[in-house]
């Protein structure tokens, strides 16, 4: 049985850790699993430096990828994304057409893009390059919630630890769970982890200075438990709903109900991070009234049920 050849693409300023993840995965021994395990190679034009200073230096050029099996586009600093190779968008087409399945790490999915291989298909990449790349790729159907896509012959995952969800689940599909499952455990991670992007996005910014909301939005932050509505809101900014419901949207990019929302998500995180509280108790709190409630709108919002964001998010250090 012939290995596995998986072609990881290395370009010049790479982020270190999204290209030590396949490198982890694929390129560490493992035919105690399954014999043959994969082939990794490193392709690059010529030696390359990584963002660290790293020197990779591999004797397989950018032109080796057409001959993978699987090709892997690792995340690209800022450059390649706006102006890939030639030679490695050419190679990555090359791939492709000969019938490789291929796949991109975050900023990777700038290089398929610009090879033409997500032209009308569904494609992810990290939540913070989501708009610049829908705007810089309109035939990309772009969507930025979950950890990766799989379209079949293509992958896209998100940012960076999604890097590992995306590996594991080739493995999976080439070797089934039990497999992908052992090496996450060997790896000390989830075999997989649910939930999308969402858990990990940045709230919408309401703190910019000279904002002529804030004071509303304080006073609404402290009366989160409390029933609060559009009309409840305006009273508090001492102007008409209409005149609120307006400024709000040109302020904020929201209506006051959505924002009031995900201020109530987010202060139930928090709850369920940083206390022992039921999720009951968090539900009365944060203002969704009950658990059912809360259940409802936590796993819209994030992918992922209280119970299991609090499993996960526990014991992290509170920034």
């Known amino acids: 049985m012939n290995r596995h050849v998986i072609g990881l693409a290395v370009t010049a300023g790479a982020p270190v850790f ?21 082939e990794l190679r490193l392709c690059a034009a010529g030696p390359v430096n990584t963002a660290t200073g790293l020197r990779v230096d591999s004797p397989y050029g950018l032109d080796a990828l057409a001959e993978a099996d699987t090709v892997v586009v690792a995340a690209v600093a800022r450059p390649v994304q706006l102006d890939p190779p030639a030679e490695l ?49 309109p035939a990309v159907k772009v969507d930025p919630a979950p950890l990766y896509i799989d379209e079949g012959d293509i992958i896209t995952s998100a940012g960076t630890g999604s890097a590992i969800d995306a590996c594991l689940h080739l493995v999976r599909l080439d070797h089934g769970a039990a497999v992908a499952n052992e090496v996450a455990r060997r790896m000390v991670v989830p075999p997989h982890r649910e939930g999308n992007q969402a858990q990990y996005t940045r709230p919408i910014s309401d703190t910019a200075e000279n904002n002529p909301l804030a004071p509303v939005l304080d006073w609404a932050r402290d ?20 005149t609120f419901a307006r ?3 040109e302020v904020m990019g929201v209506t006051p109900l959505q924002w009031l929302l995900q ?36 796993v819209r919002a994030t992918g992922v049920s209280p119970q299991r964001y609090r499993h996960v998010f526990r014991h992290r250090t509170a920034t």
């Open 18 to 38: 999204e290209l030590a993840v396949p490198c982890e995965v694929f390129g560490v021994d493992r035919s105690d699993l399954v014999d043959p395990w994969y």
């Open 223 to 242: 009366h989160l438990h409390e029933p609060l509505t559009v009309s409840r809101l305006a009273r508090a900014a001492h102007v008409s709903d209409r």
């Open 89 to 137: 968008v050419d190679a990555v087409r090359a791939a492709h057409l000969r019938g490789g399945r291929v796949m991109s790490i975050c900023s990777g999915a700038y290089v398929l893009a610009a090879a033409g291989l997500l032209d009308g298909r569904r494609a992810t990449t990290h939540w913070l390059n989501s708009d610049d790349f829908a705007h810089r790729f």
């Open 263 to 298: 201020q109530r998500i987010r202060l139930a995180q928090e709850l369920l991070e940083t206390t022992d509280a039921s999720v009951e108790d968090v539900g009365r709190r944060a203002g969704f009234g009950t658990a059912t409630t809360l259940r409802y709108h936590f």
């Open 247 to 249: 400024r709000f949207r």
